[in-house]
């Protein structure tokens, strides 16, 4: 490839299946594809190529496979891991989908709509939207991220305690597999059981197994009410008991339970404008609870009051605010949503997407903090995040007095810190992240190795040359 | 294996690692491993072996994968398509899970269970419902079915349009993999993004990738209300309507909506005694709906009697009755419960367990009415199951003149009409029933090679001396 002549060649190969206005090689305009948001990942690609169409995928990775040149999916590139952008080499080309945004069709009825894999996930919402459906995936990136890569990390977000990751969103795929047939599994079927259920190899699989180009999505009834509070308990436990006893008072209304530690809301109020305390004095820990009712009306209201006065009476809860108003369920909510912009305005930090079930969150943050005081006296914990997946981001930020350069010199070991006390309780490094090139040495050592080998088999077989994302996931 | 002194060999091999009492080798010991409970299916297996830990199954494969001998794994036996027993040639030993049916643990804070492959269904109902929570999957067999076979087959039910199939029940596997190694998959994680998502390989695999020998499955909160109604309406398209409008009025309390026609109707009166037309008049399609609500009192029964008045308004019903009792509410689900025994007492019949787009439902019962009585005029639909999720039994039975035998002769050919207008409307030939070895050569006509290829491709990867069930699912 560092041949002129040979990456010629390729260029006009893939500007005759896409057009000469979809194939870049210069590095201007190759830049947005071979670097990360986070501008953590600076890679360099032969060329990046966008398909119009599932049939120019195929051809193009039928080209691509047949030259034995490495393959980079993206879609709006905005992975948390670097897992959506070609190596330094130079000989990898990047495969965006963006292009293929068109909404197939949308099934009322069936409860569904079939999707293409670079549909931005805000239009998809939109789309669910005007069927008066809701499509319930939901995260920060959503204005921006594409569906393809959604599905393709298992996308988590703030919906997942009610409606699950973006796995259990899907009903059916369309694969190029990295020989370039087209695998048509676009089944619109809530029941199926004819065999291996193959879909599921390729959700999660950050694009090792193959480009999904398009999907089949589930569609659910639209929230029509919802009620939203701040709550002070005394700690996580207390915390994990509240969630217990509202799912036991309310059910599946519970649709939020996000906790917060006093730390998170100290540095919000510092950096972000126009927030401030819910209540009169500090507590050392909150919970944004919300939920929601497929009704109308005020019943799910009043049984949240009920519910959180019978909590406070029972001394369940220290404080507790229910928003009266959409303005005030919205400066709710940007408490929580300011954490990260908060923590990073007060400088760099150190951060663990992870998880564990549900009943040891409180254990986790416990041992953890405790392991980490012991070797690292100076470091903060910014714990928060979604309880009731069991889903806790806990990130570490600098002292004050502390040099940015040294604390992340230090980074390996507090990761190894927190990485070994969520190995004991049965946790994942990576919760809803992925592993992309970030994690990808680090997961050797937090996986068995026969599962290792089951998926390094299943990698082998599925692309025996090893063309499709290398690097990311599993090393060779 | 025919030959004495091997068999002799092996015997003693297995009683060495799960002790001589749960080795059988005699026919009248082995026979109810052998056979199928429909009476179908008569197999030979070489032996039966019941393992009593993971560890005792790991050893029990490894030893009969190192000698090369197919093995069948085995629950409670209740296969509806012959998924479960040895094939008639002697040399395949069954590998019957049913002593190990330990519940390992109930984590409620988690709202999980970690239990063996050989807990009855019924009694992992229980045990979720001592801790005060639900386990949602229900069948017909639960009283001997095992949860081993229920998530090899995916196995579906009553619960499904609410809670999904088994696999939406699992959060995690351990496995014995075909030599003998086990996958300790057992996470109880509800976001895990470290990699490919194994488990769902195994889940419907039906045996023919691994042993499972244990899973963590989810609970969820008691549904602590319920209404339910009989309700009549024109068509199945006015069924589908129906359900749209109650889903846009109640959202997901929707968690039972059952169509059945006149004809299954007419069987039940027919045949079963203590039932009776809950209507004055006849009407052509019934629908029985529940809704379900995890919060107490009379909320959700004047919900749905509003809905249900509106529809009646609006001319969307014929006319319906909700229980006013639970004696009522039994009386009614009696009549959907009954309808197999009803037909089998009818006589013979071809039975279809098929799905397609819920929206294509109406669609499907059209068609194949039509193109069946155009070849098979004296032919009697009997055609029923679960709208909610697309999944209809669609069953025919013979005419009373015709002779059973005759009819028999016909299956092929009415299978042949049925699949092709299900596989016209994108739809599957075994909704929840798994292939076994009853499906195991039709599917072949009705999926892609691209797929069949890669279902191969996986099987030779994980089971490379094709050992696992082997004639199920897939033909070599």
């Known amino acids: 490839m560092n041949d002129r002549a040979s990456l010629d060649g390729l260029v006009d190969g893939l500007k005759a299946i896409v057009g000469a206005h979809a194939v870049f090689t210069e590095p201007l305009d190759r830049a947005p594809y071979e670097n990360d948001w986070r501008d953590q990942y600076h890679g360099r690609a032969a060329a990046v190529v966008k398909p119009g169409s599932t049939e120019e995928v195929a051809r193009v990775v039928k080209l691509l496979a047949g030259r034995r040149i490495a393959i980079v999916p993206q879609g709006g590139n905005t992975s948390m891991c670097g897992g959506s952008v070609p190596d330094a080499s130079g000989t990898q080309v990047v495969v965006n989908l963006s292009r293929m945004n068109r909404v197939r069709g949308v099934d009322a009825a069936n409860n569904t709509m079939t999707v293409e894999a670079g549909c931005v996930l805000a239009t998809l919402q939109e789309t669910a939207d005007k069927h008066d459906r809701?499509?319930?995936l939901?995260?920060?990136a959503e204005g921006s991220c594409e569906i393809g890569g959604n599905l393709s990390t298992n996308a988590g977000g703030t919906g997942v305690l009610r409606y699950g990751n973006s796995r259990e969103l899907v009903?059916?795929?369309?694969v190029v597999l990295p020989d370039g047939t087209v695998w048509d599994g676009l089944r619109a079927l809530r029941k199926d059981n004819t065999g291996y259920d193959l879909k599921h190899l390729f959700v999660g699989a950050e694009g090792t197994l193959g480009i999904i180009t398009a999907a089949v999505l589930k569609l659910f009834p639209k929230p029509r009410s919802q009620a939203t509070a701040i709550v002070a308990v005394a700690d996580p436990h207390a915390a994990l008991t509240l969630l217990a006893f509202l799912r036991d008072r309310v059910g599946e209304r519970v649709t939020g339970f996000?906790?917060?530690s006093r730390v998170c809301l100290d540095l919000v109020f510092r950096h972000i404008p126009n927030t401030r305390d819910p209540f009169a004095k500090a507590h050392r820990w909150y919970v944004l609870v919300e939920l929601s009712d497929s009704t109308a009306g005020s019943a799910l209201a009043n049984l949240f009051e009920q519910?959180?006065?019978d909590a406070a009476e029972a001394g369940r809860i220290e404080d507790g605010a229910i928003a009266a108003s959409v303005a005030q369920r919205l400066e709710f909510w940007k408490l929580r949503e300011s954490i990260s912009e908060a923590q990073k305005a007060d400088?760099?930090?150190?951060?663990?997407d992870v998880s564990v079930p549900v009943s040891r969150v409180p254990e986790l943050?416990?041992?953890?903090?405790?392991?980490?005081?012991?070797?690292?006296p100076d470091i903060r914990i910014v714990a928060f995040g979604h309880l009731g997946d069991g889903n806790i981001h806990y990130n570490c930020s600098k002292s004050e007095r502390q040099e940015a350069k040294q604390f992340f010199a230090e980074s390996g070991a507090v990761n190894h810190v927190v990485y070994e006390v969520v190995k004991s309780l049965g946790g994942s490094i990576s919760a809803e992240h992925g592993l992309g090139v970030l994690k990808a040495d680090e997961?050797?050592?937090?996986?068995?190795a026969v599962e290792l080998e089951m998926m390094r088999a299943i990698k082998r077989t599925l692309d025996p040359h090893g063309l499709m994302n290398p690097g990311k996931v599993l090393r060779a």
């Open 134 to 136: 809701l499509f319930p």
């Open 138 to 140: 939901s995260l920060g």
């Open 171 to 174: 009903m059916g795929l369309e």
């Open 258 to 260: 996000e906790l917060i």
């Open 307 to 309: 519910a959180l006065g």
């Open 347 to 352: 400088g760099v930090s150190i951060k663990h």
């Open 365 to 376: 943050i416990d041992r953890a903090g405790a392991e980490l005081a012991r070797t690292f």
């Open 443 to 448: 997961i050797v050592r937090y996986k068995s």
